[in-house]
T-cell receptor, first 112, second 114 residues
Framework: GENVEQHPSTLSVQEGDSAVIKCTYS??????FPWYKQELGKRPQLIID?????GEKKDQRIAVTLNKTAKHFSLHITETQPEDSAVYFC???????????FGQGTRLTINP | DTGVSQDPRHKITKRGQNVTFRCDPISEHNRLYWYRQTLGQGPEFLTY????????KSRLLSDRFSAERPKGSFSTLEIQRTEQGDSAMYLCASSRTGSDTEAFFGQGTRLTVV
């Protein structure tokens, strides 16, 4: 089955700097890769997703890149703000939201 | 709030007791998923429904776990003879059918088995 590895497990950056979180997946058939943000005690919330027919997607300060050959995808957050502090999870699946396999999470801390 | 809702938000139970959780998905979503999340880990898939049909179950879902979605709307997850290892956050999510879909999560039910 699918396996998703996520790195780093913790990341601390200065406010205004960029943050990058990386994930690798094992099943080459996976074609949907969402990123979720989870604040303490709250539900995971989708912040951006990418499908295997594109290599990059951007939404304001957030971007995701996908390398299908290498089977890895990354989340890029630019101009980080204190409210970006949270745990971020990557996931992979075959066929949209169906049966997401999540990474272990990255605790991102933005230092003022 | 028209998102996914779960009840209860918190449940403390004694080992060996049965518990049942409820999930109400977004109304137009015909897919419903259950995940389990332990502290410091990502959510783990348990099972999912398309309408009332349970299409897949993870091997994580032991015989003590059962999920239903009798009318294709809300779903229940029951854990029988709870064990301390069952302590976790149980998350429900829903989505439309299709490959171009995204899953929306509920707030979760935090289960503590003492």
């Amino acid at each position: 089955g699918e396996n998703v590895e996520q790195h780093p497990s913790t990341l601390s950056v200065q406010e205004g700097d960029s943050a990058v979180i990386k994930c690798t997946y094992s099943d080459s058939a996976s074609n949907y890769f969402p990123w979720y943000k989870q604040e303490l005690g709250k539900r995971p919330q989708l912040i951006i997703d990418i499908r295997s027919n594109v290599g990059e997607k951007k939404d304001q300060r957030i971007a995701v890149t996908l390398n299908k050959t290498a089977k890895h995808f990354s989340l890029h957050i630019t101009e980080t703000q204190p409210e970006d502090s949270a745990v971020y999870f990557c996931a992979a699946s075959l066929g949209g939201a169906q049966k997401l396999v999540f990474g272990q999470g990255t605790r991102l801390t933005i230092n003022p | 709030d028209t998102g996914v809702s779960q009840d209860p938000r918190h449940k403390i139970t004694k080992r060996g007791q049965n518990v049942t959780f409820r999930c109400d998905p977004i109304s137009e979503h015909n897919r419903l998923y259950w995940y389990r999340q332990t502290l410091g880990q990502g959510p783990e898939f348990l099972t999912y429904f398309q309408n009332e049909a349970q299409l897949e179950k993870s091997r994580l879902l032991s015989d003590r776990f059962s999920a239903e979605r009798p009318k294709g709307s809300f779903s229940t997850l029951e854990i029988q003879r709870t064990e301390q290892g069952d302590s976790a956050m149980y998350l429900c999510a829903s989505s439309r059918t299709g490959s171009d879909t995204e899953a929306f999560f509920g707030q979760g039910t935090r289960l503590t088995v003492v």
